[in-house]
């Protein structure tokens, strides 16, 4: 029952987010693998649609953060108010304690306030003072990058990056799909009443499709190839020259496990009882892409992680 409420949403998620399935799918394997995801694209590519149309189908409630130079970390996470008719101080929660959290362009901001989310995002609490709150079991953060304009921005260290389950890029729609975005846009204009959601998706389903995917049947030659894939990024001179001058920094564990949680949701996802190969290839893009530094040579020379990651895929053998 669970797969089948996962993948209403998911068609009726592509239904409104046109052209842009890559993105839908990966807000999907997000939500089931319990981790959040960067999407970095250009202004006005659907990706604050996406998750606000996620949200609709969602039992659970959504919050934007806009994210600017002058926020402050207590802007994201709450602060304490003085009561003074109690005398005494009153934690006010902020934005994040909702169960999905858009940031969007999270570079503009100060390290403090990115820090300040990302703890939230990794420790799933947030502490002031002497106390901790938990942040909602079903917890999810969309943060945007806008790659285009850098004035301004504070790029994310490698270190908080590595917090990210997925990186996605997106990018434009092809001319057909642009094509039914202006007739949906205009359809939507016209429209005197807001256009049907599907019915909500409980946030127990997802809980018990978690527990299915980690529940699917892969071998151990899969879980040594996703070893051996993030091993490669660390040891790249074991199978190559070329790879050993574009790669400064491999994947962390945190990379292996991410692969393996990903991969476990594509398989889930397209109906499957196992996990294959072909789920971890198909999902290693987005896994690996910010988690890999590159040596200034390759920089220099434009060499990009995908096509680092490409070649990972095409030199680790399966088995």
Known sequence: MASADLRSLQDWLSSQIIGQQHLVERLIIALLADGHLLVEGAPGLAKTRAVKCLADGLEGDFQRIQFTPDLLPGD?????????????????????FHNLVLADEINRAPAKVQSALLEAMAERQVSVGSETYDLPPLFLVMATQNPIEQEGTYPLPEAQLDRFLLHVNVDYPAADAELEILRLTRREAGQTEAASAPPELSQQSIFQAREELLALHMAETVEQYIVQLVIASRNPGNYSEELAAWIAYGGSPRATIALDRC???????????????????????????????????????????????????TLVPVA
Do not use: M
């Not at 971890?280 to 892409?289: C, E, K, M, N, P």
């Not at 988690?291 to 070649?311: K, M």
């Open 263 to 313: 991969a476990r949701a594509h398989a889930w996802l397209a109906g499957r009882d196992f996990v294959g190969p072909d789920d971890v290839q198909a999902i290693a893009g987005d896994v690996l892409r910010h988690r890999l530094i590159l040596t200034f040579e390759a920089e220099a020379n434009g060499v990009t992680p995908d096509q680092v990651i490409r070649e990972l895929l």
């Open 76 to 96: 994201v996470t709450g602060t304490e108010i003085y009561r003074p008719q109690e005398g005494s101080f009153h934690f006010q929660r902020g934005p994040i």
